[in-house]
């Protein structure tokens, strides 16, 4: 078995295993290593919660376990994800001072 990591149609990235002798474009069918689609569930904007996935992507949380371990890497991704907004926010404040 080999990992191989994907992008799904909504940008998402996932990891997956696949037999070695499987091409790479069965990765959607792979046995999932993670992250799972926790995100789904908190109600988020969908370009959001697709940041919030890759970011735990990027940070190798794929499982609760990972998360309960390391709580600082949950930290960072979310901190990540929502980084931008952030930056937004503050080009907003800044636009509307100089008007």
């Given at each position: 078995?080999?990992?191989?990591?994907?992008?799904?149609?909504?940008?998402?990235?996932?990891?997956?295993?696949?037999?070695?002798?499987?091409?790479?474009?069965?990765a959607p069918v792979g046995?999932?290593?993670?992250?799972?689609?926790?995100?789904?569930?908190?109600?988020?904007?969908?370009?959001?919660?697709?940041?919030?996935?890759?970011?735990?992507?990027?940070?190798?949380?794929?499982?609760?376990?990972i998360a309960a371990k390391?709580?600082?890497?949950?930290?960072?991704?979310?901190?990540?994800?929502?980084?931008?907004?952030?930056?937004?926010?503050?080009?907003?404040?800044?636009?509307?001072?100089?008007?």
């Amino acid at each position: 078995m080999r990992q191989i990591d994907y992008t799904d149609q909504r940008g998402r990235k996932y990891r997956v295993l696949l037999p070695d002798d499987a091409p790479d474009e069965q990765a959607p069918v792979g046995i999932p290593v993670g992250p799972p689609d926790v995100v789904d569930d908190l109600g988020l904007p969908p370009e959001t919660a697709t940041r919030l996935h890759n970011a735990l992507f990027r940070h190798g949380i794929w499982n609760a376990a990972i998360a309960a371990k390391n709580a600082n890497l949950l930290m960072q991704a979310v901190l990540s994800t929502f980084k931008i907004d952030a930056q937004i926010l503050q080009e907003a404040f800044y636009k509307l001072e100089k008007t």
